[in-house]
Structures are given as C-alpha cells and as structure tokens.
C-alpha cells in the first residue's frame, strides 16, 4: 500500500512533507517550491488536503491545496494518485491549476494556470 505521509521531491527539485494521514483522509503538510512566479528563492508554503480511502486492490486518490501567501497571491488546487511499481517504490502522480489573483473580472481570462 502507498504511505501519503512522509517527504516527496519533484522533477522541479521542491519537496512536499505531509503529516500522518488521519483515519479520515484529511492531511496537512508543507510545500517547499524551487518555482516561484516571480522567480524569487524557496519559501515553504502550508498545505492542507484529503486522501481516498483506497478500495481492494486500488492505489488511494487525493487532492490539496497549497497556498503561497507569503511571497504570492495565489493558490494552487492538486489532484493525483499514489502508486508502488514492483520493486516497491511510492510515485505520485498530479495535475494542477494555478489561481493568481487580478484585479478585475475583465483580467479573469489570465488569472488560472
């Protein structure tokens, strides 16, 4: 079975920790990105998310948030599944979205990545 909890890097080289997954699925975590928008230094960011309760013979699903407050104005929303290959290695796979702030509805169009 996949453990969700623990530290994970990226092909970016930022890291993720999550906390113990609790018996609901809820979990928290930090989120260190090496990608800043404005192309500033690593920040750690929080974190904060649920895991699926992964059926007979499946892989669990998940989804998070991390919110980049403190060097951005912007959230980003993850989703993604955790897999172990047959020599009993964990990968997470996710997709993304990206939401900056603008400052009105007429710049909606470039505000999610």
């Given amino acids: ?9 990226n092909e970016q080289d930022s890291l993720m ?4 997954v609790r018996d609901n699925g809820d979990f928290q975590g930090k989120y260190l990105t090496r990608v800043t928008l404005a192309g500033s230094c690593a920040h750690a960011s929080p974190l904060k998310g649920a ?4 059926g007979e013979g499946g892989w669990p699903a998940f989804a998070f948030t991390v919110r980049w407050d403190r060097f951005s104005n912007a959230t980003t929303a993850f989703v993604g599944q955790c897999f172990v290959d047959t020599g009993g290695k964990e990968t997470l796979t996710t997709m993304w979205l990206l939401r900056e702030a603008v400052g009105s509805l007429e710049e909606d169009w470039k505000a999610t990545r």
């Fill in 17 to 20: 920790e999550i906390s113990a």
């Fill in 51 to 54: 895991q699926q309760q992964p």
């Fill in 1 to 9: 079975q996949c453990q969700l909890s623990g530290l994970w890097r």
